[in-house]
C-alpha cells in the first residue's frame, strides 16, 4: 500500500544531542515537505525539496537541516537539540498531476527536548 | 494580515447538526482549495479538494467556493462523534511550486 512513513512517532531526548527523523515515501512522488506544528497551532513550512538533490528553506526559519538523496527519502536532522525544538514535525509528499494536488502526511514525530 | 483566515473555534455542536466551517483568503492568484481533517497526534488527511467556484459534494461533506467573495466553506450534514478533529483549509496560488498555504485550523467536537 502506497503510504508515507515517519520514525520515531515519539522522542524524548537531552538537550545538545543530535537527532535524525525519518521519513520515507513509497508513492514515488517527486515533491517533500517538513511541518512544524505546534499543539492547537497551525503548520508551519520548513523544508521542501522538488526532487533528488534538490532542498529549500520554508517559510520558518528552522535550525534544521533536510537532505534528498533518494527520492522516497527525506530526513531532518537537527544538530544540537534544545527546548525550543520541541514540538511536532510532519512530513508530506505530493505529485503535480492536475487531478490531485493534494499532499500525504505522515503521522508526525513528536519531539521533546528536556 | 495572514494570507488565510480561520475562525479556530473550538466549536461544539450536537450529534445529527450540520456543520458549517469557513476560510477566507486575500490573494485572488489562490485556485485551487483543499480541506484537511487532523485528528488529534495525527498527520492531517485530504477530505476534498476543488479548484472551481460552486459546490463539491462527497458524501456528508460539501466543498464550497466563492473565489469573487475570496470564501471557502465545508459544510458537515448529520455529523457524527466520529467527525471530531481539527479542520484545515488549505489553498495552492497557480505557479507557487504547489505549495500549500494553510489556515490555522478549527477545532470541531461533535457530542453525542
Known amino acids: 500500500e502506497a503510504d508515507i512513513y515517519q520514525t520515531p512517532r515519539y522522542l524524548v531526548i537531552g538537550t545538545g544531542k543530535k537527532i535524525t527523523l525519518e521519513c520515507s515515501q513509497t508513492?514515488?512522488?517527486?515533491?517533500m515537505y517538513w511541518y512544524q506544528q505546534d499543539p492547537g497551532m497551525e503548520l508551519h513550512l520548513i523544508h521542501y525539496s522538488y526532487g533528488v538533490n534538490s532542498t529549500e528553506k520554508g517559510d520558518l526559519s528552522s535550525e534544521s537541516t533536510v537532505s534528498r538523496i533518494r527520492t522516497e527519502h527525506f530526513p531532518l536532522t537537527l544538530e544540537s537539540a534544545r527546548p525550543s525544538h520541541t514540538s511536532q514535525y510532519l512530513c508530506a509528499s505530493s505529485d503535480e498531476t492536475g487531478a490531485n494536488y493534494g499532499y500525504t502526511f505522515g503521522s508526525g514525530t513528536r519531539l521533546t527536548v528536556v | 494580515q495572514k494570507e488565510v483566515e480561520q475562525d479556530p473555534g473550538p466549536l461544539s455542536v450536537p450529534e445529527g447538526a450540520i456543520v458549517s466551517l469557513n476560510c477566507t483568503y486575500s490573494n485572488s492568484a489562490f485556485q485551487y482549495f483543499m480541506w484537511y481533517r487532523q485528528y488529534s497526534r495525527k498527520g492531517p488527511e485530504l477530505l476534498m479538494y476543488t479548484y472551481s467556484s460552486g459546490n463539491k459534494e462527497d458524501g456528508r461533506f460539501t466543498a464550497q467556493v466563492d473565489k469573487s467573495s475570496k470564501y471557502i466553506s465545508l459544510f458537515i450534514r448529520d455529523s457524527q462523534p466520529s467527525d471530531s478533529a481539527t479542520y484545515l483549509c488549505?489553498?495552492?496560488?497557480?505557479?507557487?511550486?504547489?505549495?500549500?498555504?494553510f489556515g490555522t485550523g478549527t477545532q470541531l467536537k461533535v457530542e453525542l
Open positions: 508513492m514515488g512522488h517527486d515533491k
Open positions: 488549505a489553498l495552492i496560488l497557480t505557479g507557487g511550486g504547489n505549495k500549500l498555504t
